[in-house]
Structure formats: structure tokens, C-alpha cells
């Protein structure tokens, strides 16, 4: 059964830090490009961060760049979001998301919300 398990959300106040983590199995989680998305009410789910398979490449959001860490881990077949200096329009759910390109299959996680607000 293919999972991707996302974990780590909830509430945190304006310039602080979180780590949202998502847990992979049922599919060869190393052979996929892996990235993080966001969704807020009544608006398109966008592009956070992104890590290739080989880890040779990320790619941020221009609203994120230098605030946010993408990381994986191939061992635990885990992807990471670092979060550092938090602001107000951070908040939104959070998806985890999977992409083998040849054929592009793809998974999503079913999303973990966090709340910035003091």
C-alpha cells in the first residue's frame, strides 16, 4: 500500500521554527523527486520546495528561499521541511508529494496544517 505520512504540524508564533517530516512506503521511494506543497482556502496548491531522487538538486519558492530547508533522508525514506523565521503567510496544509518523472507518477500525502499566529 503506497503512504506517503506527513507529521509535525500545528501551531507556532511569527520568527519561529518547525519541521514538518514525511514518512514514505509502498513504493521505491528513491527513484522519486520528492516536494513539498501548500494549499490555502479557496486558493491553487503551490510549489514550496522540491528535491531530486539524487539529491543533487532543490529549488524554493522565491517566498521561502533562505527561510526553508528541504531534506531527505533515503535510509528512512523520509522528506524534511525545515521551517526558520515563520510568518503569518505561512500558514496552509502542507502536502508531501512524490514524482517519478518517467511516466510521471506521482503520490500526495494526505497534508498537516500549521498555523502561525501569535
Known amino acids: 500500500q503506497v503512504q506517503l505520512v506527513e507529521s509535525g504540524g500545528g501551531l507556532v508564533q511569527p520568527g519561529g521554527s518547525l519541521r514538518l517530516s514525511c514518512a514514505a512506503s509502498?513504493?521505491?521511494?528513491?527513484?522519486?523527486?520528492t516536494s513539498w506543497y501548500r494549499q490555502t482556502p479557496g486558493k491553487e496548491r503551490d510549489l514550496v520546495a522540491s528535491?531530486?531522487?539524487?539529491?543533487?538538486?532543490?529549488n524554493y519558492a522565491d517566498s521561502v528561499k533562505g527561510r526553508f530547508t528541504i531534506s531527505r533522508d533515503k535510509a528512512k525514506k523520509t522528506v524534511d521541511l525545515q521551517m526558520n523565521s515563520l510568518k503569518p503567510e505561512d500558514t496552509a496544509v502542507y502536502f508531501c508529494?512524490?514524482?517519478?518523472?518517467?511516466?510521471?507518477?506521482?503520490?500526495w500525502g494526505q497534508g498537516t496544517q500549521f498555523i502561525v499566529s501569535s
Open positions: 508529494h512524490a514524482l517519478f518523472p518517467i511516466g510521471r507518477i506521482e503520490y
Open positions: 528535491i531530486s531522487s539524487t539529491l543533487a538538486k532543490t
Open positions: 509502498g513504493f521505491p521511494f528513491n527513484l522519486y523527486d
